[in-house]
């Protein structure tokens, strides 16, 4: 298995607070870090299994490396996919994520 798909994932910064050196409040800025790893898109059935809807963007993304810092979202391709599950075999990490957007992507119809 190649991991050569290219995930940003962002934590988003504490919020708003008052700087007292500027006078006023300022809003953190989110961080973002890159790893590899492989996307790999259920079949219908799995889907059925693991998310229960057929018209959810769903990924699974492998990782070589398991990630160990907090994240509060991942981007890949443009798009926004958030937490579902996760599970670690051996050394490798895999993390169930579920897109932002409702409806099928192309390629994907029923």
Do not use: C, W
């Not at 919020?15 to 800025?29: F, I, M, N, Q, T």
């Amino acid at each position: 298995m190649r991991y050569t798909d290219k995930l940003i994932f962002v934590k988003l910064g504490a919020g708003d607070h008052y700087d007292p050196v500027k006078g006023e409040y300022v809003s953190a800025e989110p961080t973002e870090f890159e790893q590899l790893g492989k996307i790999t898109r259920p079949t219908k059935e799995r889907k059925d299994i693991l998310f229960g809807d057929q018209k959810i963007n769903q990924i699974i993304v492998h990782m070589k490396q398991p990630m160990t810092d907090s994240y509060d979202y991942m981007l890949f391709e443009g798009k926004k996919y958030s937490f579902v599950s996760q599970s670690t075999v051996s050394s490798r990490q895999i993390i169930y994520m579920r897109g932002d957007d409702n409806g099928l992507q192309s390629g994907n119809e029923l």
